[in-house]
């Protein structure tokens, strides 16, 4: 009985340990849908271009804020954003790694905008989109 109870815990151990590090592969993860497309409304023909040019995968990756040059921002991501994506180029269809670069504007807590290299006191920050650039895929695509 007593191994039969301890291989459970070992079992149930390990499973909490995966999911741990699935959790940790997970910094920096953004969603297209609802993290990119709303800052791409700003500019509707680069809008309406991506979404003509490419089939691009929901999650991507972003620079996760987190370290004592930002204190406040704990975990928040910002650009450039990576995406998995085919490109339906003339060619064909070319898997892809579409990176959205984008302009970062940091504010403190009373909105003002922090100008300067000392981002200590951010709080929040605003992005729009300024162009993107289009890279071979990753191995593991």
């Given at each position: 009985?007593?191994?039969?109870?301890y291989?459970?815990?070992?079992?149930?151990?390990?499973?909490?340990?995966?999911?741990?590090?699935?959790?940790?592969?997970?910094?920096?993860?953004?969603?297209?849908?609802?993290d990119?497309?709303?800052?791409?409304k700003?500019?509707?023909?680069?809008?309406?271009?991506?979404?003509?040019s490419?089939s691009?995968?929901?999650?991507?990756?972003?620079?996760?804020?987190?370290?004592?040059t930002?204190?406040?921002?704990?975990?928040?991501?910002m650009?450039?954003?990576?995406?998995?994506?085919i490109w339906h180029?003339?060619?064909?269809?070319?898997?892809?790694?579409?990176?959205i670069d984008?302009?970062?504007?940091?504010?403190d807590?009373?909105?003002?905008?922090?100008?300067?290299?000392?981002?200590?006191?951010?709080?929040?920050i605003?992005?729009?989109?300024?162009?993107i650039?289009?890279?071979?895929?990753?191995?593991?695509?």
């Amino acid at each position: 009985m007593r191994i039969a109870r301890y291989l459970s815990r070992a079992m149930i151990a390990g499973y909490l340990s995966t999911v741990a590090i699935s959790f940790a592969h997970a910094d920096g993860s953004v969603s297209f849908a609802s993290d990119i497309v709303p800052m791409m409304k700003g500019r509707p023909i680069f809008e309406q271009f991506i979404a003509q040019s490419f089939s691009i995968t929901d999650t991507g990756w972003g620079t996760r804020i987190n370290s004592p040059t930002m204190p406040n921002m704990g975990g928040a991501r910002m650009g450039p954003y990576r995406f998995n994506a085919i490109w339906h180029s003339q060619k064909g269809d070319i898997p892809v790694t579409l990176i959205i670069d984008t302009k970062t504007q940091f504010f403190d807590l009373h909105h003002r905008e922090i100008v300067g290299s000392d981002l200590r006191k951010t709080t929040s920050i605003r992005e729009t989109l300024d162009s993107i650039e289009i890279e071979p895929p990753k191995e593991n695509w």
